[in-house]
Structures are given as C-alpha cells and as structure tokens.
C-alpha cells in the first residue's frame, strides 16, 4: 500500500490569501501529480511531474503552480485565492497504478 | 468533450447480487485502463485494471471485461457486499502532450449495496 499524505485536509480561507497546499510521498516514486475535483465529476489533472526539477501543467488549466525540489514532495500553491478555487485537490504518485493521497477540500470565501 | 464516460451516476444493487459498472471510451490510443473507487472525504483507492492486450482481468470479487472493438468497459463485483458502496471512477492511460502517459477520469457511477 502506498503512503502518500496530504495537509491540510480542509482549508477555509479568505480571498487573496496565499496557501500551499503540501504532499508527500514515502514510496521514492519518481512520478507525481495533482488533481481537481468537483463534486460529481470527474478528476482534471491539473499539474504532473516525472522527476526532480521536472513539472508539467496538466489538461485543465489552473492559476496554481508547483515544485519539485525533493522526489517526495510536491507542493502545490496559490497566490491568490478565490473563490472559483474552492474544490477538492487530490495528490497522487506512481510507478505504474496511481496512488491517491486523502486530498484536500478548499473553500476560498 | 469527454473521452471516458460513465454513462450511470448512481446504481443500487441488493447484497449477494452482481453490481456492473460501465464505461466507455472515445480514444482508440488509450492502451490502459483502471478503475478507482472512492469514499467519501477520502483519495481514489486503486481496484483494478486491464492492459488493452487482454479482454478480460479477474480479482477475487472483482473481475474487469474489455472490448476494444466497442471502446467499452465493465466492472463486475460479484458478490456485492455493502462494503462496497462507493464511487467508482473509470480511467484511461494513453500517451499525452509532452511524451506522458497521463489518466483521463469519468465522471464516476455511486454504487450503492442494499443489505
């Protein structure tokens, strides 16, 4: 089983602030990825890396960015918040199968 | 415009009967497919999944048919136990922009077990 962990679980926040939302991995996976979901649809990638100083942006489009400085941790962060930013954020890493962290639930008020 | 999609949202399916989930697909270069299933206020839980070379991949209670020449896929879960209400998600890997293998997601069909 692969132990991938997320913080915070949930976040409420104003608009404007900056957040960081932070996941790591134990299992020295080299890929990993971030998420967005919202209820009742279907996750949109949003960010991916295949290393170390390596990141990508996904199919969907996101005011968000990422980083890559260590191989277990993938830190995904706003600027700004708003509104339009509340959803749930779901990590994942990989070697073949995707393992999902617990995710983050966003509400930016 | 969605390249896999899971057509049911929701289906209820008394314990000790057969649960089948569908999914189709639109992308002929997907080469790989894998079903999650999720609780609520928690991460996708990897199940199982089928390279498109076979037809059909067996676990336990849950056993995944293919049929490339319809872009179709099923999730049997035989017996069903109310364990398993969940969200399943249908997703499918293929090669992506900048030479990656990236998971496009369904939309997800909520089983629920009727004790």
Redesign the interface.
């Given at each position: 089983e692969a132990d991938?962990y997320?913080t915070p679980?949930y976040l409420v926040i104003g608009t404007g602030k900056k957040i960081t939302l932070e996941c790591s991995q134990t299992m020295g996976h080299d890929k990993m990825?971030w998420?967005q979901q919202d209820p009742?649809?279907?996750?949109?990638?949003i960010h991916?890396s295949?290393g170390v100083n390596s990141t990508?942006k996904?199919?969907l489009s996101s005011e968000s960015t990422v980083s890559r400085i260590r191989t277990e941790h993938f830190p995904l962060t706003l600027e700004s918040a708003r509104p339009s930013h509340t959803s749930q954020y779901?990590?994942?890493s990989s070697e073949n199968?995707?393992?999902?962290?617990?995710?983050t639930?966003l509400t930016v008020l | 415009d969605?390249q896999?999609k899971q057509n049911s949202?929701s289906l209820s399916v008394q314990e000790g009967r057969i649960s089948i989930l569908n999914c189709d697909y639109t992308n002929s270069m997907f080469d790989y497919f894998?079903w999650?299933k999720k609780y609520p206020?928690?991460?996708?839980?990897?199940l199982i999944?089928i390279s498109s070379i076979k037809d059909k991949n067996e676990d336990g209670r849950f056993t995944v048919f293919l049929n490339k020449s319809a872009k179709h896929l099923s999730l049997h879960i035989v017996p069903s136990q109310p364990g398993d209400s969940a969200v399943y998600?249908c997703a499918a890997s293929g090669w992506?922009g900048?030479g990656?293998y990236?998971?496009?997601?369904?939309?997800?069909t909520k089983l629920s077990v009727i004790p």
């Open positions: 991938i997320q679980r990825y998420y009742g649809m279907e996750l949109h990638l991916y295949y990508e996904g199919d779901l990590c994942a199968e995707q393992f999902f962290g617990p995710g639930r | 969605q896999v949202p894998l999650y206020a928690e991460g996708p839980t990897f999944s998600f992506g900048a990656s990236q998971l496009t997601f369904g939309k997800g």
